[in-house]
């Protein structure tokens, strides 16, 4: 079956400018997961949905990070105002349910911000 | 501040050796030690995982060595091959939080030599 998808793969933006990403979960599952990954390191929790309710949002940098997942299936991560800083992968995870520890990870969207 | 760490940065094996990478954490609340692959361009890919209950899970060529009370946990890739070239990420989780993110370690970029 399809597993978790996400675009645009590649995001170019200039400094200032909003953009969105979005995540396509694997169907049926509950949990969704956003993480921004640096250059060179790890995975970095962002936010946390279980169905439409986003639960966790500690991780969001700074208030220009915005998460939406309204029907409980797609989600987007919106970035407003973009800075230098922003520039990373933004990795979507899903898992099936909450008991589940399993997150499958989509290739993710790599965010240029100049 | 890392809530996971690990090492080596870089790791570099002969095609029929054993891979070795360590982890080490702080909070005792961790109850999930999952270990994941990324390969350039992909996102992270679970490999295997433990909880603390027990001290080895073997799966294949990998095994996971946890060690509860110095809070450290490794990974053994026996048998290392040129398609294990990957960077490798450990983690932990709370489950009971019942949000499940993941704290990463920051990689090891393993090169296995054909």
């Known amino acids: 079956g399809a597993g978790v998808s996400q675009s645009p793969r590649y995001k170019v933006a200039k400094r200032g400018q909003d953009v969105a990403l979005r995540c396509d979960p694997i169907s049926g599952h509950v949990s969704l997961f956003w993480y921004q990954q640096a250059l060179g390191q790890g995975p970095e929790f962002l936010t946390y949905f279980q169905n439409e309710a986003q639960l966790d949002k500690s991780g969001l940098p700074s208030d220009r990070f915005f998460a939406e997942r309204p029907e409980g299936s797609v989600s987007t991560l919106k970035i407003q105002r973009t800075q230098q800083e922003d520039s990373a992968v933004y990795l979507c995870?899903?898992?099936?349910?909450?008991?589940?520890?399993?997150?499958?990870f989509g290739p993710g969207t790599r965010l240029t911000v100049l | 501040q890392q809530q996971v760490k690990q090492s080596p940065q870089s790791l570099i094996v002969q095609k029929g050796g054993i891979s070795i990478i360590n982890c080490a954490y702080e909070?005792?609340?961790?109850?999930?030690f999952p270990w994941y692959q990324q390969f350039p361009g992909k996102g992270p890919a679970l490999l295997i995982a433990?909880?603390?209950?027990?001290s080895e899970k073997k799966e294949g060529r990998f095994t996971i060595s946890f060690n509860k009370s110095a809070k450290q946990f490794s990974l053994h890739i026996m048998d290392s091959q040129p398609g294990d070239s990957a960077t490798y990420f450990c983690a932990a989780s709370i489950r009971q939080t019942g949000a499940n993110n993941l704290f990463f370690g920051t990689g090891t970029r393993l090169t296995v030599i054909p």
């Open positions: 995870a899903s898992a099936l349910t909450l008991a589940y520890n399993e997150q499958f």
């Open positions: 433990i909880r603390p209950d027990v």
């Open positions: 909070n005792t609340a961790f109850d999930y």
